[in-house]
T-cell receptor
Protein backbone atom coordinates (compact mmCIF):
# COMPACT_ATOMS: atom_id res chain seq x y z
CA UNK A 1 0.00 0.00 0.00
CA UNK A 2 1.06 3.55 -0.63
CA UNK A 3 0.83 6.55 1.65
CA UNK A 4 2.20 10.05 1.90
CA UNK A 5 3.11 12.13 4.93
CA UNK A 6 3.61 15.85 4.67
CA UNK A 7 5.32 17.28 7.72
CA UNK A 8 3.99 20.68 8.66
CA UNK A 9 0.50 21.69 7.73
CA UNK A 10 1.59 25.34 7.65
CA UNK A 11 4.94 26.79 6.62
CA UNK A 12 5.74 30.50 6.70
CA UNK A 13 8.74 32.07 4.99
CA UNK A 14 9.83 35.57 4.13
CA UNK A 15 9.87 36.73 0.55
CA UNK A 16 13.25 35.81 -0.94
CA UNK A 17 13.91 33.03 1.57
CA UNK A 18 14.35 29.34 0.84
CA UNK A 19 11.19 27.27 0.60
CA UNK A 20 11.34 23.68 1.88
CA UNK A 21 8.21 21.56 1.99
CA UNK A 22 8.64 18.02 3.25
CA UNK A 23 7.15 14.84 1.87
CA UNK A 24 7.81 11.27 2.93
CA UNK A 25 6.20 8.32 1.23
CA UNK A 26 5.57 4.69 1.88
CA UNK A 27 5.53 2.27 -1.00
CA UNK A 28 6.33 -1.38 -1.47
CA UNK A 29 7.71 -0.73 -4.95
CA UNK A 30 9.56 2.25 -6.43
CA UNK A 31 6.78 4.76 -6.88
CA UNK A 32 5.98 7.69 -9.06
CA UNK A 33 5.90 10.91 -7.05
CA UNK A 34 4.21 14.22 -7.70
CA UNK A 35 3.91 17.70 -6.27
CA UNK A 36 0.78 19.73 -6.95
CA UNK A 37 -0.14 23.30 -6.03
CA UNK A 38 -3.66 24.48 -5.26
CA UNK A 39 -4.71 28.11 -5.16
CA UNK A 40 -7.92 29.06 -3.32
CA UNK A 41 -11.08 27.80 -5.00
CA UNK A 42 -9.14 26.19 -7.80
CA UNK A 43 -8.18 22.68 -8.81
CA UNK A 44 -4.72 21.22 -8.44
CA UNK A 45 -1.93 22.08 -10.84
CA UNK A 46 1.08 19.84 -11.40
CA UNK A 47 4.39 21.36 -10.32
CA UNK A 48 6.66 18.41 -11.07
CA UNK A 49 6.83 14.63 -11.08
CA UNK A 50 9.38 11.88 -10.57
CA UNK A 51 9.08 8.83 -12.78
CA UNK A 52 12.35 6.95 -12.13
CA UNK A 53 14.58 9.02 -14.37
CA UNK A 54 16.77 11.72 -12.82
CA UNK A 55 16.42 11.93 -9.05
CA UNK A 56 16.50 15.73 -9.10
CA UNK A 57 13.38 16.95 -10.82
CA UNK A 58 12.84 20.52 -11.94
CA UNK A 59 9.35 21.87 -12.22
CA UNK A 60 7.51 25.03 -13.01
CA UNK A 61 7.88 28.37 -11.23
CA UNK A 62 11.44 27.58 -10.07
CA UNK A 63 10.49 24.61 -7.89
CA UNK A 64 12.48 21.41 -7.74
CA UNK A 65 12.38 18.19 -5.75
CA UNK A 66 14.85 15.42 -5.06
CA UNK A 67 13.92 11.77 -4.80
CA UNK A 68 15.89 10.09 -2.02
CA UNK A 69 15.14 6.40 -1.89
CA UNK A 70 17.16 5.78 1.27
CA UNK A 71 15.12 8.40 3.11
CA UNK A 72 11.83 7.67 1.29
CA UNK A 73 11.54 11.41 0.77
CA UNK A 74 10.61 13.77 -2.02
CA UNK A 75 10.98 17.24 -0.53
CA UNK A 76 10.05 20.31 -2.55
CA UNK A 77 12.36 23.32 -2.61
CA UNK A 78 12.62 26.75 -4.15
CA UNK A 79 15.66 28.94 -3.57
CA UNK A 80 13.78 32.23 -3.27
CA UNK A 81 10.13 32.55 -2.31
CA UNK A 82 7.84 34.93 -4.11
CA UNK A 83 4.56 36.31 -2.83
CA UNK A 84 2.76 34.48 -5.63
CA UNK A 85 3.97 31.15 -4.20
CA UNK A 86 1.49 31.43 -1.35
CA UNK A 87 -0.80 28.46 -1.85
CA UNK A 88 -1.38 24.92 -0.64
CA UNK A 89 0.98 22.21 -1.82
CA UNK A 90 0.21 18.52 -2.06
CA UNK A 91 2.56 15.60 -2.46
CA UNK A 92 1.18 12.48 -4.13
CA UNK A 93 2.38 8.95 -4.75
CA UNK A 94 1.34 6.37 -7.31
CA UNK A 95 2.43 2.79 -7.65
CA UNK A 96 3.47 1.69 -11.15
CA UNK A 97 1.20 -1.32 -10.63
CA UNK A 98 -2.03 0.45 -9.82
CA UNK A 99 -3.92 3.42 -11.18
CA UNK A 100 -4.60 5.15 -7.88
CA UNK A 101 -2.99 8.27 -6.58
CA UNK A 102 -2.57 8.89 -2.86
CA UNK A 103 -2.27 12.48 -1.69
CA UNK A 104 -0.81 13.93 1.47
CA UNK A 105 -2.85 16.23 3.66
CA UNK A 106 -1.17 19.31 2.22
CA UNK A 107 1.06 22.13 3.41
CA UNK A 108 -0.11 25.72 3.28
CA UNK A 109 2.72 28.05 2.38
CA UNK A 110 2.53 31.61 3.61
CA UNK A 111 4.98 34.14 2.19
CA UNK A 112 5.60 37.25 4.28
CA UNK A 113 6.66 40.50 2.67
CA UNK B 1 -7.58 22.22 -25.30
CA UNK B 2 -9.70 24.03 -22.75
CA UNK B 3 -8.73 21.89 -19.78
CA UNK B 4 -10.96 19.93 -17.46
CA UNK B 5 -14.26 21.59 -16.65
CA UNK B 6 -16.77 20.81 -13.92
CA UNK B 7 -20.33 21.89 -13.47
CA UNK B 8 -21.71 23.28 -11.27
CA UNK B 9 -18.93 25.04 -9.40
CA UNK B 10 -21.06 25.34 -6.28
CA UNK B 11 -24.09 23.43 -5.06
CA UNK B 12 -26.14 23.97 -1.93
CA UNK B 13 -28.73 21.34 -1.17
CA UNK B 14 -30.85 20.12 1.68
CA UNK B 15 -30.20 16.85 3.41
CA UNK B 16 -31.96 14.00 1.68
CA UNK B 17 -31.90 15.54 -1.80
CA UNK B 18 -30.08 14.03 -4.75
CA UNK B 19 -27.33 15.92 -6.57
CA UNK B 20 -25.46 15.29 -9.79
CA UNK B 21 -22.15 16.73 -10.88
CA UNK B 22 -20.64 16.73 -14.33
CA UNK B 23 -17.03 16.56 -15.46
CA UNK B 24 -15.78 17.20 -18.97
CA UNK B 25 -12.20 15.93 -19.35
CA UNK B 26 -9.56 16.94 -21.81
CA UNK B 27 -10.83 15.48 -25.06
CA UNK B 28 -8.08 12.97 -25.86
CA UNK B 29 -7.73 11.69 -22.29
CA UNK B 30 -8.91 8.14 -21.73
CA UNK B 31 -8.74 8.10 -17.92
CA UNK B 32 -11.01 10.06 -15.62
CA UNK B 33 -10.81 10.21 -11.85
CA UNK B 34 -13.14 11.51 -9.14
CA UNK B 35 -11.81 12.71 -5.79
CA UNK B 36 -13.34 14.19 -2.66
CA UNK B 37 -11.49 16.86 -0.73
CA UNK B 38 -12.51 18.08 2.70
CA UNK B 39 -11.12 21.07 4.54
CA UNK B 40 -7.52 20.60 5.56
CA UNK B 41 -7.12 17.35 3.68
CA UNK B 42 -5.73 16.24 0.38
CA UNK B 43 -7.89 14.73 -2.33
CA UNK B 44 -9.21 11.26 -1.55
CA UNK B 45 -9.67 8.83 -4.40
CA UNK B 46 -13.29 7.89 -5.10
CA UNK B 47 -13.31 6.12 -8.45
CA UNK B 48 -11.77 6.06 -11.89
CA UNK B 49 -12.68 5.19 -15.45
CA UNK B 50 -10.66 4.02 -18.37
CA UNK B 51 -12.72 4.98 -21.38
CA UNK B 52 -16.27 4.04 -20.37
CA UNK B 53 -15.30 1.26 -17.94
CA UNK B 54 -15.32 1.99 -14.22
CA UNK B 55 -12.28 0.07 -13.10
CA UNK B 56 -12.06 0.83 -9.41
CA UNK B 57 -14.17 2.26 -6.63
CA UNK B 58 -13.00 3.31 -3.22
CA UNK B 59 -14.55 1.87 -0.10
CA UNK B 60 -15.35 5.52 0.68
CA UNK B 61 -17.91 5.38 -2.10
CA UNK B 62 -21.07 4.22 -0.38
CA UNK B 63 -24.10 2.85 -2.19
CA UNK B 64 -25.49 6.38 -2.32
CA UNK B 65 -22.74 7.37 -4.74
CA UNK B 66 -22.73 6.39 -8.37
CA UNK B 67 -20.60 7.49 -11.27
CA UNK B 68 -20.92 7.01 -14.99
CA UNK B 69 -18.95 7.75 -18.10
CA UNK B 70 -21.36 6.49 -20.75
CA UNK B 71 -19.46 7.27 -23.94
CA UNK B 72 -15.98 7.50 -22.56
CA UNK B 73 -16.09 11.27 -22.64
CA UNK B 74 -17.85 13.29 -19.92
CA UNK B 75 -18.65 11.75 -16.55
CA UNK B 76 -21.32 12.30 -13.93
CA UNK B 77 -21.18 11.71 -10.20
CA UNK B 78 -24.50 11.36 -8.43
CA UNK B 79 -25.07 11.41 -4.71
CA UNK B 80 -28.45 10.18 -3.56
CA UNK B 81 -30.06 11.10 -0.24
CA UNK B 82 -27.32 13.54 0.63
CA UNK B 83 -26.04 13.79 4.18
CA UNK B 84 -24.25 16.64 5.90
CA UNK B 85 -21.07 14.56 5.86
CA UNK B 86 -21.11 14.69 2.07
CA UNK B 87 -20.23 18.38 2.20
CA UNK B 88 -16.87 18.65 0.44
CA UNK B 89 -15.14 19.69 -2.73
CA UNK B 90 -15.53 17.10 -5.49
CA UNK B 91 -12.64 17.12 -7.92
CA UNK B 92 -12.38 15.54 -11.31
CA UNK B 93 -9.11 14.81 -13.08
CA UNK B 94 -8.27 13.34 -16.45
CA UNK B 95 -5.15 11.78 -17.88
CA UNK B 96 -3.75 9.86 -20.78
CA UNK B 97 -2.75 6.34 -19.81
CA UNK B 98 0.98 5.85 -20.21
CA UNK B 99 3.76 3.52 -19.11
CA UNK B 100 5.29 6.18 -16.94
CA UNK B 101 3.68 8.20 -14.22
CA UNK B 102 0.76 9.76 -16.00
CA UNK B 103 0.00 13.41 -15.35
CA UNK B 104 -3.45 14.15 -14.00
CA UNK B 105 -5.08 17.40 -14.99
CA UNK B 106 -7.60 18.63 -12.46
CA UNK B 107 -10.77 20.58 -12.92
CA UNK B 108 -11.72 23.48 -10.63
CA UNK B 109 -14.00 21.28 -8.54
CA UNK B 110 -17.60 21.37 -7.39
CA UNK B 111 -18.10 22.58 -3.85
CA UNK B 112 -21.07 20.87 -2.23
CA UNK B 113 -22.76 22.12 0.92
CA UNK B 114 -25.46 19.97 2.45
CA UNK B 115 -27.69 21.81 4.91
Amino acid sequence: AQSVTQLGSHVSVSEGALVLLRCNYSSSVPPYLFWYVQYPNQGLQLLLKYTSAATLVKGINGFEAEFKKSETSFHLTKPSAHMSDAAEYFCAVKSPNFNKFYFGSGTKLNVKP
Amino acid sequence: DTGVSQDPRHKITKRGQNVTFRCDPISEHNRLYWYRQTLGQGPEFLTYFQNEAQLEKSRLLSDRFSAERPKGSFSTLEIQRTEQGDSAMYLCASSLASQGGETQYFGPGTRLLVL
